[in-house]
Structure formats: C-alpha cells, structure tokens
C-alpha cells in the first residue's frame, strides 16, 4: 500500500538561503548529533520552538546613529595598535576605555539586554 500523498502545504521543500561560517555549521552538527537529530531535523526543531525578539524600530534607529560613533573609536583604537600611542595622554586612554565600555553597555540595553547578563 502506498504512503498517503503529503499535503501541499506539509511537503518539504530544499532551502539553501542559510548562510553560515564553518565553525557555527560545526557547532551546529555537533548539537545536532547529540540530540539525536539530523541537522535539518535539529535547526527545524529549533527555529519553530525558539521566541525571537526584535528590537523596537526606535532602538534601531539609535542602533544606527551609534554607527559613526562605534567606527570612529576603532578607528583612534587602530591608530594606537599601529604605534602612535604618542598622540595621546593616560587620561586619554582611560577616556577611551570608558567610552568604549559605555558604548557596549548602550548596544545592549537598546537591544533590551542586561549589560551584567552577559
């Protein structure tokens, strides 16, 4: 007796718009084989159980007008590591520091995430 015809809506369908490093495909077979899973079983399971939270489109838009603020500090941060540490003072670097720790602590709570959770 033949299997019962999958409704249209139930039959599954290849899809290849996943994009993934090396190292989380790993991680990802790794889990998968220690629950028992296929890999497109476990990532399947997970997607459909998992709660996902955006971020409120206010928190985006000052995500974004962090941007500029984010790049500029990398940028004084390479200028250091390439060896012109001379242009700047101790009070300079601790500055720097805090900025960039303030920074972080701001991406978080605007993605709605403890900074101390972390």
Known sequence: MPRPAVDALDR???????RLSQRELNSIRERAEEAG???????????LSSTVRAAPAVSIRQW?????????????????????????SSTD???LAELDDLLREIRLRLLDVEPDAL
């Open 12 to 18: 599954r369908q290849p899809f290849s718009g996943l």
């Open 37 to 47: 899973l296929s890999v497109s079983e476990f990532i399947r399971q997970s997607a």
């Open 64 to 88: 974004s007008d962090l941007a500029p603020l984010a790049s500029n500090l990398n940028q004084i941060a390479y200028r250091l590591n390439a060896g012109q540490q001379d242009r700047l």
């Open 93 to 95: 670097r601790q500055t």
